[in-house]
C-alpha cells in the first residue's frame, strides 16, 4: 500500500534470514553472508500489483480482514495473474469459498493460515472449499512442508480451528477483564502457569494487534450474532480508537516505549 510499509518489511525480512542464518551457522560468518545474500537475491518487492504478481505461479493475500475489499482485491488479480497461478488466503476466520466465488479459478483457490509471529510459529491451516481441486490442494501440502511447516486440513468454517479456540479463550477473558473479576496480567499468568500456554491472552492480542482482534471478532459477529463465543467488548473498541493497538503502537494491554 506504500512504500514506507514495504520498507519496513523488508527491513523485518532481512532481520529474520539474518537470525536465522546465524542459528544455522553459528561460527561461521561467511556461510551466514553467503546464504543470507542468496535467500535476499531470490526476492523482489514491489508496490505495483499488476508487476508483483505478472509471473507468480502462487499467491498468498495478507491483506485486511475485510471480506468485501477481500473479494474487491481477488477479482482485480484474477484479471491479472496468470491463468495457472494457485491464489490462497491468509485470512484467520473469513468464508473461503465467498471469496473464490468472484474469481473464475474456483479449483485453484484455497485457505493457508499462518499464525504469528510466522517464522518460529510452525503451524499452517489449510483450507479446502467443495471447489477446491485436489491438484491444488497437494501442490499447497507440499509447499507448506517446503516451508518447514506442519499443515494441517481444516473446513472453510469461520475461524477454522486454531481462532475457534483461541477466541473462546479471549473472550471469556475480555469478560473477566470488564466484570473486574481479575487484571489483565493475573489473567495471563494464570493462563501460563496454570495451563502452561506460552503467552497469555492480553499479551497475545499485543502481539497480535488489537485492530485485528477487534476485526475478527466484529467480522464474525456480523455474520454469526448466535455465536456465544463471539462477543462485544467495550474495552477493546476503545483500546482501538485510541490507537492502543499493543506492541506495534507502543501501547497495549501492556506499554512497550
Ligand atoms: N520473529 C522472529 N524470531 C523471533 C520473534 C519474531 N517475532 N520473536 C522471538 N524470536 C526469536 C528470538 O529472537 C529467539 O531467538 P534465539 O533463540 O536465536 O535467541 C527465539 O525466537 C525465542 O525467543 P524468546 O525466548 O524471546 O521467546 P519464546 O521462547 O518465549 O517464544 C514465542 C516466543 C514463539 C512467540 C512464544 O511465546 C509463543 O509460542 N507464543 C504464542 C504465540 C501464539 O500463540 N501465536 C498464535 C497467535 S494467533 C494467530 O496468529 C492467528 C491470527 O489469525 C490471529
Do not use: W
Not at 488466503?89 to 471469496?99: C, G
Request: glycine share 4%.
Amino acid at each position: 500500500m506504500s512504500q514506507q510499509i514495504l520498507d519496513k518489511s523488508r527491513a523485518e525480512i532481512e532481520k529474520n534470514a539474518n537470525r536465522f542464518a546465524r542459528k544455522l551457522f553459528k561460527d561461521d560468518p561467511d556461510s551466514v553472508s553467503s546464504l543470507v545474500a542468496e535467500a535476499l537475491s531470490r526476492t523482489t518487492y514491489s508496490i505495483n500489483l499488476e508487476a508483483a504478481i505478472a509471473s507468480a505461479d502462487l499467491i498468498i493475500e495478507a491483506i485486511v480482514e475485510n471480506i468485501e475489499i477481500k473479494k474487491e482485491f481477488f477479482k482485480r488479480i484474477d484479471e491479472i495473474a496468470p491463468m495457472h497461478a494457485i491464489f490462497v488466503s491468509n485470512t484467520s476466520s473469513l468464508s473461503i469459498a465467498e471469496m473464490s466465488a468472484v474469481t473464475k479459478r474456483e479449483d485453484r483457490f484455497a485457505g493457508f493460515h499462518f499464525f504469528n509471529p510466522v517464522p518460529l510459529m510452525k503451524l499452517i491451516e489449510l483450507i479446502r472449499t467443495e471447489k477446491t481441486s485436489d491438484d491444488t490442494y497437494t501442490t499447497l501440502l507440499a509447499f507448506g512442508r517446503a516451508l518447514g511447516k506442519t499443515c494441517i486440513s481444516c473446513k472453510d468454517r469461520p475461524g477454522f480451528i486454531v481462532n475457534r479456540l483461541l477466541f473462546t479463550l479471549t473472550s471469556e477473558a475480555l469478560q473477566m477483564l470488564e466484570r473486574g473479576d481479575a487484571t489483565a496480567r493475573d489473567i495471563d499468568t494464570a493462563t501460563k502457569l496454570g495451563l502452561g500456554h506460552p503467552m497469555g491472552p492480553f499479551e497475545l492480542m499485543d502481539m497480535v494487534g488489537l485492530d485485528v482482534t477487534l476485526n475478527i471478532l466484529q467480522e464474525r459477529q456480523k455474520r454469526f450474532p448466535n455465536d456465544p463465543n463471539v462477543i462485544t467488548s467495550p474495552t477493546l473498541e476503545k483500546m482501538v480508537s485510541a490507537n492502543k493497538l499493543g506492541v506495534k503502537s507502543g501501547e497495549g494491554f501492556y506499554s512497550y516505549k
